[in-house]
């Protein structure tokens, strides 16, 4: 089996996205899928507005029709709604190909919070780019009810997975005893970092991760470490070095550093949104609280083996499993619908009885 995947969040940009379809690839690999990533990098491209680093792709029709039809897939998956995204649903209505395609990020959120766009314009767009999917992928249950209730359909579940090889407990202590209130991710606005950093909290807080909000946080915050970007194993170290992780995002889908932690045996505090709802036991593995400077001195009591045992039940073993079950799914019922609607077009042009007697 060939298949395409179309993304215009792909390498050197480090999020969610290009995390989850760096390990979706090299699981479909293992499981003698033939994977091609269709990404920015065939293109010009111009660096998006307010986040440079985020290259965006000036896509042309020919060029990626060439581009698929070199690939000759099976299937096509739509990863996100960005230009290469848009260019490659257009070929595929054009051509009668099915696709289907995965919602990974709350991009009317962003723009409202960000731009000051109503979130129902946006929503809008949403759902025109992915009404024309065969499916609709989604990671966590809260995130399939909010967009089922905003008129999505044909929601599929796709979980993710993490590294418990990699991030595991240790006995590393980079930032001394602590306590250590650890966050890991992009520093961006719509993160709502601030929320962490304005927590009334005993001991360290360090901060992980790049992005466009990084010069004026260190300004702002002269007592919290900043260490920047960190990866494999060290960022593995900075995990274990925690007492407790504190994700502030109000917007994430999922979350991948909430498993990250998790497999490092430390316990997450968190607001009770989508992705920290549908990943934490509440009391167990971590604290879900609208108050989340509570929510993280809460999560210092608890140990890390409840933590570690959440994480184990993610795999990217599995996640990949369920893509692909997916796509056998939404072919299927492609199939079907595409069978009825030429079974009635037929019907609507075979003629009467007394439409087909001589006269």
Sequence with gaps: MRVLIATDAWHPQVNGVVET???LGNELRRLGVEVAFLTPKPF????????????????RSRAVAQWIEAARPDWVHIATEGPVGWAVRRWCLAHGRPFTTSYHTKFPEYAAKLLGLPTSWVYALERRFHRASAG???ATPSLESELRGRGFRRLMRWTRGVDTELFKPRADRLFGDGPVFLYVGRISREKNITAFLNADL???KVVVGTGPYLATLRRQYPDVVFTGLKRGE?????YASADVFVFPSRTDTFGLVLLEALASGVPVAAYPATGPRDIIEHGVSGILDDDLASAARQALALGSRQARLKASSFSWARSAHQFLDNIRVAEAAWRDAKSCLERAARNQTRPTRSEGQAT
């Design 21 to 23: 379809l760096s390990h």
């Design 44 to 59: 010009r491209q111009i660096g998006c507005p307010g986040y440079p680093e985020i290259r965006l792709a000036l896509t």
């Design 136 to 138: 609709i992928l989604v």
């Design 202 to 204: 005993p001991g360290c």
């Design 234 to 238: 060290e960022l593995a170290r900075h």
